[in-house]
């Protein structure tokens, strides 16, 4: 195959990325992503901030966007994201009584899935929601007021909204096997497993240094998958973009069969949400780079 998109295909994998409203317009860009990926997921456009600036008025045109654009050229879309701290209206995280944000929390997961019922692959329901260097839910509004049970809530409620999607929780820092964060989180998702608690995949946002994967990324994919969930690398990006850290990141999913599909947080450099780095695949010029051709070979 000639494209990330047709290459993964070829096992029954996605190769997506990010896409942003913002881009869609420039000519290269739209071309350089209609022609390589077959999966995308909003950068922006469907989280919190853009979605309900208000409580209950909604706004799905950013997102609309993006999805029209992924129908048109053969493209699935993971829903990202529906619960976060960040990009999160003010008019939420000062909620401090338990029954509002509860009530205010599950109408945003059920209009907004509701809203994309049937275009949406995947949701990560649940965006980082554990602290960093532990295995202990992070401060957040959600779990300040409603506590630990917070994230339950949010997947029993997405169920609900769209029973055909798939449920992901979404995190970083979470690659390596042995951190307390991977482990943190794995245990979440045994015992929603063992409770019938609904929950489909996991997703892993890679975002890498220099020195690329852990080199217990392959087991930590392994394990989660062993749960019984789907694992996909979920932002993927790699600072200076090393041909053989993206190589090495794609193998580690191509081994495990449960690992189903791999998106790159961004088409060009030259947008790159990581600012003066360049992790990505296509140049600021969107020349193919040595680590766009290492991840085609090893797809
Ligand atoms: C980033 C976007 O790329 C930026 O454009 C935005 O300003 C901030 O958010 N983890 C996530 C993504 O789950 O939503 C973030 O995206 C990057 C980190």
């Known amino acids: 195959a000639s494209t990330l998109g047709a290459a993964a295909a070829g096992s029954g994998r996605y190769f997506g990325a990010a896409l942003s409203t913002a881009h869609l317009g420039e000519a290269q860009y739209a071309a350089t992503a209609d022609a390589e990926f077959n999966q995308t997921t909003p950068e922006n456009e469907m989280k919190w901030d853009t979605t309900e600036p208000s409580r209950g008025s909604f706004n799905f045109g950013p997102g609309d966007q993006i999805v029209s654009h992924a129908q048109a050229h053969n493209m699935i879309v993971r829903g990202h994201t529906l619960v976060w701290y960040q990009q999160l209206p003010s008019w939420v995280s000062s909620i401090s009584d338990a029954t509002t944000l509860k009530s205010v929390m599950d109408n945003h997961i059920t209009s907004e899935m509701t809203h994309y019922k049937g275009k949406i692959y995947a949701w990560d329901v649940v965006n980082e929601a554990f602290a960093d260097g532990s295995s202990q839910h992070r401060s957040s509004v959600f779990q300040n007021v409603l506590g ?35 482990q943190g989180v794995y245990n979440m998702v045994k015992d929603f497993k063992s409770r019938g608690v609904p929950i489909d995949c996991v997703g892993f946002q890679s975002h890498f240094s220099s020195s690329g994967p852990p080199s217990s990324f392959q087991t930590t994919l392994s394990n989660f998958a062993a749960l019984g969930v789907d694992v996909q690398i979920t932002e993927l990006d790699i600072q200076q973009a090393p041909a053989q850290a993206y190589a090495n990141t794609v193998q580690a999913c191509l081994n495990v069969a449960r690992c189903t599909g791999i998106t790159v947080w961004g088409v060009t450099d030259k947008y790159s949400w990581r600012s003066g780095d360049t992790p990505l695949l296509f140049d600021g010029n969107y020349s193919k780079k040595a680590a766009y051709t290492s991840v085609l070979n090893a797809l």
């Open 148 to 182: 630990n049970g917070f994230i339950e809530e949010a997947f029993r409620t997405a169920r609900t909204a769209d029973p055909a999607a798939k449920l992901c929780y979404n995190d970083y820092n979470i690659e390596n096997w042995s951190d307390a964060k991977t």
